[in-house]
């Protein structure tokens, strides 16, 4: 069976200067019927060893260290015992939800990930947060946004760690030189295209 993409929304809450917000995201599973790597790890662990099944779990990708894209991963660690892997510049993120515990191990742009005959590639796009990461599948066509590039364009930036012009040049430098018929699987909301967010880029 070739690699598949399956998609997991999870509710909870997304905390943001001391207030709260209802907020749907977008876990991913990429993988067969016998191993997964798992793209996020958002608000409830329980939907998401449901869709993992009995299959090997191989990792915990986090795109960035926010806390509903990393509020489930010590449960699914518990159930998995998958290693979780974080940039290390999203570190101080991490710690607000875990302050006790530190990732697996560190990633950086450049890192592959291979799981059912498919590598993705790790890379890296500051600017939402310091330490924000995409995964390119480029046997998928497919690259995993996280909060970086959303329908629409550029994740937001209003946030103490984040900063607008650099999110601006991760897309414009490394996205957009990407196939513009690559599938964007983002951390929220629905698919768009590389094409399609290249004039929604500024």
Known sequence: MAA??????????????GENFDVENNVWLVGDEHEVLVID???????ILKAI???????????????????????????????????????????????????????ADGDTFTVAGVTLRVVATPGHSPGSVCLYA???????TGDT??????????RSHSDHPTIVASITDKLLALPNETVVKTGHGEDTTIGAESANIS
């Open 4 to 17: 598949t993409i399956e998609r997991v929304v999870t509710s909870g809450v997304f905390s943001l200067d």
């Open 149 to 158: 590039l959303f329908h629409g364009g550029p994740g937001a930036t209003g």
């Open 138 to 144: 480029e046997k998928l066509g497919t690259v995993f």
């Open 41 to 47: 790890a958002a608000h409830d662990a329980r939907p």
């Open 53 to 107: 099944g009995g299959r090997d779990v191989l990792a915990i990708v986090l795109t960035h260290g926010h806390n509903d894209h990393v509020n489930a991963a010590g449960d699914l660690w518990d159930a998995s015992r998958a290693p979780i892997y974080l940039h290390p510049s999203d570190r101080m993120l991490w710690d607000v939800v875990y302050p006790e515990v530190a990732p697996d191990r560190d990633i």
